[in-house]
C-alpha cells in the first residue's frame, strides 16, 4: 500500500474539484439509517484530512488514521477540537478504544492488494467497532471496471504558485483483480519557471462481492447492505464505486 511520498504535496490541489462535504453528508446520512446515535468515528487512511474535516464540522469526535507522515502534516492543519490523529497503518493500528462509526473512504480498501491486507484491515474495523455501530467502506466494484474498463486520463490543475499536469496510464491484471495506475506527473513552479517530474504506480484491486461475503464471514462481521457509491441502489456493472456497510 503506498504512502503517497512526493504525490501528497499536491494532493489537495489534484482533488480540489472532489465533492467532499457532498461525500460526506451522503456517508452521514447512511450513518443516520443504520447507526443513528453514532457519535464517534475512527477514519482509516484519512491522508489529508478532507473527509475529516467535514465529519468533524457534522459533531461527530472523528479520530484519524494514516500512514503517510507527509498527509497528516496536511491535516494537522485543520484547527476542529472533535479531530484527532494517529500516523499508523491501517492493518495493524491498535488504538485501545472503540468507535461507533468505523470508515475507510476513497478506495482504501482498493489499495490493499493482498486478500491477507483485506482480511488485516477488516480485522481493524472490527476490533474498534462499538457494539450497534457500523463499518464501512469503498471500493473498486469488479462487474464494473470489467464492463467500463479503466482508460488513460489526463488531467491539469493549478493554483497561483504551480501547475500541475498529470496522467495516469491503466494496466489491468484480471487474474489478480488489479489494475496498476502509473502517474505521470508535471510540476510547473510558476515562480521560476522550474518543472518537477514525478511517478508513481498505484496498485487498485477491484472486487467481487462473493469474495467479501467470504471475508467478512471469516471475521465474524455481518453485510448490513451493499450499495453503489451515492446512491441506495444495489450496485451493478454501471457502478464503479460501490459502498459496503457491515455490523458485528
Given at each position: 500500500m503506498p504512502q503517497f511520498g512526493d504525490y501528497s504535496k499536491y494532493y489537495n490541489l489534484l482533488y480540489s474539484d472532489k465533492d467532499y462535504g457532498g461525500e460526506a453528508r451522503y456517508v452521514?446520512?447512511?450513518?443516520?439509517?443504520?447507526?443513528?446515535?453514532?457519535?464517534t468515528m475512527l477514519e482509516l487512511g484519512c491522508g489529508t484530512g478532507r473527509y475529516t474535516a467535514e465529519f468533524a464540522s457534522m459533531g461527530y469526535r472523528v479520530h484519524g488514521v494514516d500512514m503517510s507522515g507527509e498527509m497528516l502534516r496536511e491535516?494537522?492543519?485543520i484547527q476542529n477540537s472533535n479531530i484527532e490523529l494517529s500516523c499508523g497503518d491501517a492493518r495493524n493500528i491498535r488504538l485501545g478504544e472503540k468507535f461507533d462509526v468505523?470508515?475507510?473512504l476513497f478506495h482504501v480498501m482498493s489499495y490493499q492488494s493482498s486478500n491477507r491486507d483485506v482480511l488485516d484491515v477488516l480485522a481493524t474495523m472490527?476490533?474498534?467497532l462499538a457494539d450497534g455501530g457500523i463499518a464501512l467502506f469503498d471500493f473498486w466494484y469488479g462487474p464494473?471496471?470489467?464492463t467500463l474498463r479503466p482508460e488513460t486520463r489526463f488531467k491539469e490543475v493549478e493554483d497561483d504558485e504551480i501547475k500541475v499536469s498529470r496522467v495516469a496510464v491503466p494496466v489491468m491484471d484480471i487474474g489478480k483483480n488489479r489494475v496498476a495506475v502509473n502517474?505521470?506527473?508535471f510540476i510547473l513552479n510558476k515562480r521560476d519557471g522550474n518543472v518537477n517530474k514525478l511517478r508513481e504506480t498505484h496498485n487498485m484491486r477491484y472486487f467481487f462481492l462473493p469474495e467479501l461475503e467470504l471475508m467478512l464471514d471469516m471475521l465474524n462481521l455481518c453485510i448490513v447492505a451493499p450499495l453503489g457509491?451515492?446512491?441506495d441502489l444495489y450496485p451493478n456493472n454501471a457502478t464503479w464505486a460501490a459502498l459496503m456497510i457491515v455490523s458485528k
Open positions: 452521514d446520512s447512511i450513518i443516520k439509517r443504520y447507526a443513528p446515535h453514532a457519535a491535516a494537522r492543519g468505523v470508515a475507510a472490527k476490533t474498534h464494473a471496471v470489467l502517474y505521470t506527473a457509491w451515492y446512491t
